[in-house]
Nanobody
């Protein structure tokens, strides 16, 4: 299983950026997977950003509500993170993660709830 995140880059405050996470070895169309994005800023712990469940419920950390959106394309085994109105505090390495939705005990904000992680893609927002 491999999660491959892409789309990071350097932008200015107020700009938009779209991240993608392609899952290899997971069949979205046959199994139910929860997907999420976390991020880790320099010198800080990894934090939850957003999640989309196998049933398409979505969750966001308060700091990105109204600015970020998450979506999934099960036919392409891909999850997307659309980031608008970016702020310098959004600067971080962004990681995608997945969890088998058939397992019990899912807590979408907890990193330990996820089984697989991508390598991370860096988003840098300058003021």
């Amino acid at each position: 299983v491999q999660l491959q995140a892409s789309g990071g880059g350097s932008v200015h405050a107020g700009d938009s950026l779209s991240l993608s996470c392609a899952a290899y070895g997971l069949d979205f169309s046959r199994s139910r997977y929860h997907m999420a994005w976390f991020r880790q800023a320099p010198g800080k712990e990894r934090e939850f950003v957003t999640a989309i469940t196998a049933g398409y419920s979505t969750y966001f950390v308060d700091s990105v509500k109204g600015r970020f959106s998450i979506s999934r394309d099960n036919a392409k085994n891909t999850v997307y993170l659309q980031m608008n109105s970016l702020k310098p505090e959004d600067t971080a390495v962004h990681y995608c993660a997945s969890r088998n939705g058939l397992r019990v005990g899912y807590r979408h904000t907890v990193a330990g709830s996820y089984d697989y992680w991508g390598q991370g893609t860096l988003v840098t927002v300058s003021s």
